[in-house]
């Protein structure tokens, strides 16, 4: 029942920002264009509930020679593949905003796990043991505000399973707010180096 309540929120919340995300995602579109080759915009195979492939929407902010398809903390030196514009969206989380796309489709939603690469067959098998791929992947979730990427992947999934565990509109609204909070200080976020 509260999926189909969470789903309704997403939309309501979507569209009554409209005026606030549309302004920024034109000027952040503009920058990527004019800061280096290659397109704006960046997709990449995910995994989302139940374990189904979607591509999910990013800003790129990064060369078109940075390798495809690894996770980030997986890059020996991932700065030398981040565009100076993308350094910033990335600190900010505003390569991300395109995923509001996702939300409209029904492939995210705004609270939830952030979808696996399609393989990171070691997080997907660590979701499951802690039954995080039955429920639908988010924009942010509660991982993002408990360390991001400082955590180890063994403690995002097992975070995902409480929050699979507590799913409802507290934890959301929680959720939302306090990512607020961290997208404003760029708080968490490591570009590579991680020990798993």
């Known amino acids: 029942m509260y999926l189909r309540v969470k789903r309704f929120f997403d939309l309501l919340f979507i569209f009554a920002s409209f005026p606030l995300w549309l302004p920024v995602m034109i000027v952040i579109a503009v920058l990527v264009r004019l ?25 790129r902010s990064m060369y078109t020679e940075a390798p495809k398809d690894v996770p980030t903390h997986l890059l020996e030196n991932p700065n030398v593949f981040i565009t100076p514009v993308g350094r910033f969206i990335r600190k ?44 639908p992947v988010g924009l942010t979730g509660l991982a993002q505000i408990s360390g991001r990427d400082e955590l180890t992947l063994g403690k995002k999934a097992a975070i995902d399973g409480f929050y699979a565990k507590h799913i409802g509109i507290v934890i959301d609204i929680w959720i939302l707010v306090r990512t607020v909070r961290y997208v404003l200080t760029g708080s968490g976020v490591r570009e590579g180096g991680l020990n798993e």
């Open 35 to 59: 800061s280096s080759r290659g397109p704006v915009f960046f997709m990449q195979k995910r995994i989302g509930i139940g374990e189904e492939f979607f591509m999910m929407y990013k800003f």
């Open 92 to 135: 900010y989380s505003l390569d991300e905003l395109p995923q509001i796309i996702n939300i409209i489709k029904g492939e995210l939603t705004l609270v939830g796990p952030r979808p696996a690469l399609w393989n990171q067959g070691d997080l997907i098998a660590l979701r499951e043991k802690y039954g995080a791929n039955d429920i």
